[in-house]
Nanobody, 132 residues
């Protein structure tokens, strides 16, 4: 069964840290771009950070640059989002999703991470809450 399972969300104080995990089953992440997206109440879903599973190229949104780090563990078929210096504005449901990489064409991670609709398989989401 092809699926993504997120974990690691919860409640964190401002300035605190959380690490989200996204584990894939039924397929290998090496052939996909993997993205972390978030959606706060009343707002559109936005790309937070994405990584090319094949070459490791990554994108980080300006709103989290310098605070969030995306990484991939090939042995565990898992992508992580390390979130540091959390702010109340980071409160949202966080989703991981994948987009199958084209076979021969370059994949512009900076372009596609801003377009959640391009991503095909989604996890169930995990809530992150940072109180003000």
């Amino acid at each position: 069964q092809v699926q993504l399972v997120e974990s690691g969300g919860g409640l964190a104080q401002p300035g605190g840290s959380l690490r989200l995990s996204c584990t894939a089953s039924g397929f290998t992440l090496n052939y996909y771009a993997i993205g972390w997206f978030r959606q706060a109440p009343g707002k559109e879903r936005e790309g937070v950070s994405c990584i090319n599973g094949r070459d490791g190229a990554s994108y980080v949104a300006d709103s989290v640059k310098g605070r969030f780090i995306i990484s991939k563990d090939n042995a565990k078929n898992t992508v992580y989002l390390q979130m540091n210096s959390l702010e109340p504005e980071d409160t949202a449901v966080y989703y991981c999703a994948v987009d199958h990489l084209p076979g021969i064409f370059d994949y512009d991670i900076n372009y596609y991470c801003k377009r959640p609709a391009e991503y095909d398989i989604w996890g169930q989401g995990t809530q992150v809450t940072v109180p003000s």
